[in-house]
């Protein structure tokens, strides 16, 4: 059964550093074909696709984003990191991370967590 | 980038066959694929690869398409089949369209 959980801080000012957890299981990102992605949804609006870490440790980026965003892994505790620096009252949203499927097609996000809401406030 | 364009809401009553289009501003191949989403809770995927039916989803869903137009049928509605529906392309990075909200009459 996989299952994603993420977590962060709730609230933070703008101008600081937004560090996300997203805890898994039921998968492995040492695994051949496996990866994580995270993305994001203000109240209201649609999804954004932030970035992706793949089980050989690639990493792919929003080019819209891409110099404020990091992504990471810990193989061995079953998590993925993000982090945004330098936020705004724009980077308001619920962020989710969901597995990614590797697909010859083009890949897509198989599992979901529930998302956690993040707001950007001073 | 590439856009995915997708009609803001339909509303069409239980029973009846409902299409949801999606248009690439670029061709995307078949890296198509769809979301359910309900309100206060996370995406679902429906199809992935354009036509292929996610294990676990009714087969009352459907996708086709390929290249810029997408389609994802639903038929015959249900009164749960209430929800928002996003398309997403992973051919050139990853985009999604800006959802379509299903009501029922």
């Known amino acids: 059964q996989v299952t994603l959980k993420e977590s962060g801080p709730g609230i933070l000012q703008p101008s600081q550093t937004l560090s996300l957890t997203c805890t898994f299981s039921?998968?492995?990102?040492?695994?051949?074909?496996?990866?994580v992605g995270w993305i994001r949804q203000p109240s209201g609006k649609g999804l954004e696709w932030l970035a992706n870490i793949w089980w050989d440790d690639d990493k792919y980026y929003n080019p819209s984003l891409k110099n404020r965003l990091t992504i990471s892994k810990d193989t061995s505790n079953n998590q993925a990191f993000l982090k945004i620096t330098n936020v705004d009252t724009a980077d308001t949203a619920t962020y989710y991370c969901?597995?990614?499927?590797?697909?010859?097609?083009?890949?897509?996000?198989?599992?979901w967590g529930q998302g956690v809401m993040v707001t950007v406030s001073s | 980038d590439t856009v995915l364009t997708q009609s803001p809401a339909l509303a069409v009553s239980p029973g009846e066959r409902v299409t949801i289009s999606c248009r690439a501003s670029e061709s995307v191949s078949t890296g198509m694929h769809w979301y359910q989403q309900k309100p206060g809770q996370q995406p679902k995927l429906l199809i992935y690869g354009a036509s292929n039916l996610e294990s676990g989803v009714p087969a009352r869903f459907s996708g086709s398409g390929s290249g810029t137009d997408f389609t994802l049928t639903i038929d015959p509605v249900e009164a749960d089949d209430t929800a928002t529906y996003f398309c997403q392309q992973s051919w050139n990075d990853y985009t999604f369209g800006a959802g379509t909200k299903l009501e029922l009459k």
């Open positions: 969901a597995r990614i499927a590797l697909d010859y097609g083009g890949d897509y996000f198989d599992y």
């Open positions: 039921g998968f492995s990102l040492s695994t051949y074909g496996m990866g």
